[in-house]
Structure formats: structure tokens, C-alpha cells
């Protein structure tokens, strides 16, 4: 399993799939490309694709 | 204005604005405001923020006070909002700094403000330092408090961190220390402030403030862009536990009774539940929309682990006041409250519904039966308005 953290380039929040996002109702060990298409990040509201794998 | 040495070298260079009430065209800041911008005298003179565009011309004459403006050689600009950027422009032309300093999302911000053409910017990332002569300035992005721009100067020599946004308050005074007013209207103006700015961002005030502290910095004065500066190390504790306090939004024992009315039946419902919250032993305030802004809304529900919000049916609707009050509410992200909705109706009644859906929408936790009326109140419904009160109260309590 991959479990790579993606970087929000907006705003910093580093959405990492073994806590989830439980606020957004995304379980723990949840991929980042299998959250929703309409899934936001939960500090500044950025879309998915403003997202970039931590690196 | 005259300009005020903050610390050797240092000078509050900013702008009181004792007239503009509405706050960036969303909020009311009733006691005015400042825009604070500093001015290190070192071996580079460097110019930290500006001021809003109408106080241009005042500002590079409280420059002027202190040094030629045309020997500034740097300009930190730590967030590209007009109020601390609205002068850039005009400065860059008249000063033709060496360089200009943000943060990598401030570089963006810049561009999509200015369109610049030419200006010596450079981005400084989170540990970046720079050199002014005599002392050293370390960058530290403090990003979504408020802006993806935002940014803080920390001037290790001095003890001072320049917090931009972070800790202000709108009040325009003459004195420009807090210790030099009255504490309880200086906690109003930075709940105030919080309240209808910072609040969204809580979690993200507990990261950076942690990892400030992470830093070890030696600071001994908070400069924020806004209001006054904390000075001495009980201020500077006292401002970043005050932070601490709202971004945790532990509930109290207060209600809000929120509503909005056209012939007076919601009112009417209204403070009924405020006597159900009585009861309980709850301190409560009902609020007439109509009287209030909703910054001023937001900044009482910062007192308060509970909301009752109150609104006829319209038009198969709520009241359009009460919508967009909830609308703010809900981009300002309260969190750990209770919650109450009722309200009165002519033929279909799906104000309390609609209230109950935005109010759980936001991770409000509703408490049921919301209580709805046909025109008129009896005492009936006024009863089951107090038990809702009483239902709230106790919902209340038990998350204290």
C-alpha cells in the first residue's frame, strides 16, 4: 500500500491517508486518489487538484 | 501621524483610520482601526507593510518623519491584502527598493494584485533569513491566518516578532501599546477580531503557535498590522494565551438568541426562550437582526456555547437577513455548539426545518423539537418556546 501524503499548495495541510480526514467523513487509511472528486481540503476549501504528493 | 519608537531604531510609521466603520465589506469595526507598517533604521532601511491606499500620502509623510523615504532600500511585504498592501505600488515608485520581500504564496498574491512589471521581489520561505546590518530578520509563513500569503518577521537582536494580521484588533487610538488601555475593551476588540476573521482558521492558530514555540524565539514584543502592540513578556503571554483560549472554543455557559421578525410573532418566541434559558440557569442574549451586524453577531457568539436561531417562513424560505447571517456563520466555522431553531409561519412553515438543516450543516448539535407557530403565539406555544430554551440549556450544560 502506498499511503503517500499529498501537500494542499495553497495552504500547507498535508492530507495523510492513515489518519483520514474524519471531519470531511473520510475514514482512516482512505488514498488520497480515491477521496471524491468534490472532497476539499478541510482548512482552505482548495479543490483536489490543487493538491501535490509530499516530496 | 506622528511616529512612535517602539523599540531602539524601530518605529510604528502606520495610519489610524478613525472613520471607516466597515471593515473589508463584510464586518463593522464600530471603534475604527489602524494599519500598522514599520520602519527599522540599520544599515538597510527596511519598511515592513504599508497602509490602505487612502492613507498614502499621510503614511510617506510619517515615513518622512524618520528618514528620507527614498532611502528605504527594502520593503517586507508579510501579506498582500490592500489595507497592509494598498500603498505598494505608490512605494516601490517613489522608493525604488533594492529588493521586496514575501512569502512564496505572497509572490502569487503580489503578481495577482499588482501585475508587476520589473520589481525586485524575492520570496522567503518559512526560516529564511536576511541580514538588515545590526540585525538579522527571520521569515516564518504563517499561512491561513488569515491569507495563503500571510506571513511574520521575527527580529532576533530586538525580541520582536511582527505578526501582521495575527493578534490585531480594530481600534483607533493615539496610544499604540495595549498595557496603555483598559484590558477588558482590548479582549472585546481582539474577540471581535477573531471572531469574524481568525475563527475558520483555529486549528491552524494551534499548529503555528506550537510550532513558534517549536522555534524557541526570544520574543518579548508582538507587533501585529492592526490596533495595538503587546509589549514585555506578560503581554506577549497574555496575547498568545488569549489566542489559544478562542481557537480552543471551549463552550461556556452563555446563549445567544438570534432572530429575525415580521409581525413580531418570532419575537415573541424569541424571548421566550430566552426565559426557558433563564431557567436553566443559562445567561443568554436575544439578538434582533435587524438591530445588529452580523460581525457583531459573530463576535457575541464567541461568548456563547449556544444558539437559538429564530425565523418566519417567507415565501416557502427564511428570512433573507437570517440566511445571510447563516452564511457567514457557516464560512466562519463555530465549533462545539449547541443549537436551537423556531420560528413562526403563515400557511407552509419550512422555516425551522430550513434553520434545522443549516444548523446541522455547520456540526451544530440540534436540539430537538424545533417549535413552529401559525401567525400568532398562545401561551401554549410560548410554553413549548420555554421548554426549547430549557432543552437548550441543558444540552448546553452538559458539554461544560
Known sequence: MAQDRYVCTICGYTYDPKQGDPDGGIKPGTEFKDLPEDWTCPVCGASKDQFEKEG | ?400
Open chain 2, 1 to 400: 501621524m506622528r511616529p512612535v519608537e517602539i523599540k531602539k531604531d524601530i518605529f510604528w510609521v502606520g495610519a489610524v483610520d478613525w472613520s471607516t466603520i466597515d471593515f473589508h465589506g463584510y464586518s463593522l469595526a464600530r471603534k475604527g482601526t489602524t494599519y500598522n507598517a514599520y520602519l527599522v533604521k540599520d544599515e538597510k532601511i527596511t519598511l515592513f507593510d504599508t497602509v490602505k491606499a487612502p492613507f498614502c500620502e499621510e503614511f510617506i509623510e510619517t515615513i518622512a518623519q524618520v528618514v528620507d523615504p527614498a532611502k528605504i532600500d527594502y520593503i517586507v511585504a508579510n501579506h498582500l491584502e490592500p489595507d497592509h498592501a494598498g500603498c505598494l505600488a505608490r512605494l516601490v515608485e517613489l522608493v525604488k527598493p533594492e529588493k521586496i520581500f514575501v512569502s512564496p504564496m505572497g509572490k502569487r498574491s503580489l503578481e495577482a494584485h499588482f501585475h508587476p512589471q520589473g520589481w525586485p521581489v524575492e520570496e522567503m520561505k518559512t526560516g529564511s533569513t536576511l541580514s538588515l546590518g545590526k540585525r538579522t530578520v527571520t521569515f516564518i509563513e504563517t499561512r491561513m491566518l488569515h491569507w495563503p500569503d500571510s506571513m511574520s518577521s521575527y527580529l532576533a537582536e530586538d525580541k520582536l516578532l511582527i505578526t501582521n494580521d495575527a493578534f490585531g484588533q480594530n481600534l483607533a487610538t493615539t496610544e499604540r501599546f495595549a498595557d496603555e488601555i483598559d484590558r477588558s475593551k482590548l479582549r472585546a476588540a481582539m474577540s471581535a477580531y477573531y471572531g469574524n476573521i481568525v475563527l475558520p482558521y483555529s486549528s491552524v492558530v494551534e499548529k503555528t503557535l506550537a510550532a513558534i514555540q517549536g522555534m524557541n524565539l526570544d520574543i518579548d514584543m508582538l507587533a501585529p498590522d492592526h490596533g495595538l502592540i503587546f509589549r514585555g513578556e506578560a503581554d506577549v503571554r497574555y496575547a498568545i494565551e488569549t489566542y489559544l483560549e478562542f481557537a480552543a472554543q471551549k463552550p461556556k455557559n452563555r446563549a445567544l438568541v438570534v432572530y429575525d421578525t415580521m409581525w413580531h410573532s418570532t419575537e415573541k418566541m424569541a424571548f421566550a426562550v430566552v426565559d426557558g434559558l433563564m431557567d436553566e440557569g443559562v445567561s443568554a442574549r436575544a439578538m434582533h437582526l435587524k438591530s445588529f451586524h452580523q460581525s457583531d453577531v459573530m463576535t457575541e457568539l464567541m461568548y456563547c456555547g449556544a444558539l437559538a436561531v429564530g425565523s418566519p417562513t417567507l415565501n416557502n424560505g427564511i428570512l433573507p437577513g437570517i440566511a445571510g447571517l447563516l452564511t457567514y456563520m457557516k464560512g466562519l466555522r463555530p465549533q462545539n455548539k449547541v443549537a436551537a431553531a423556531f420560528g413562526s409561519f403563515g400557511w407552509s412553515g419550512e422555516c425551522v426545518n430550513i434553520l434545522k438543516n443549516l444548523l446541522t450543516d455547520m456540526n451544530f448539535e440540534v436540539v430537538e423539537p424545533q417549535v413552529k407557530v401559525k401567525h400568532v403565539p398562545d401561551k401554549d406555544v410560548l410554553a413549548q418556546c420555554v421548554e426549547l430554551g430549557r432543552t437548550l440549556g441543558r444540552a448546553l450544560k452538559a458539554k461544560l
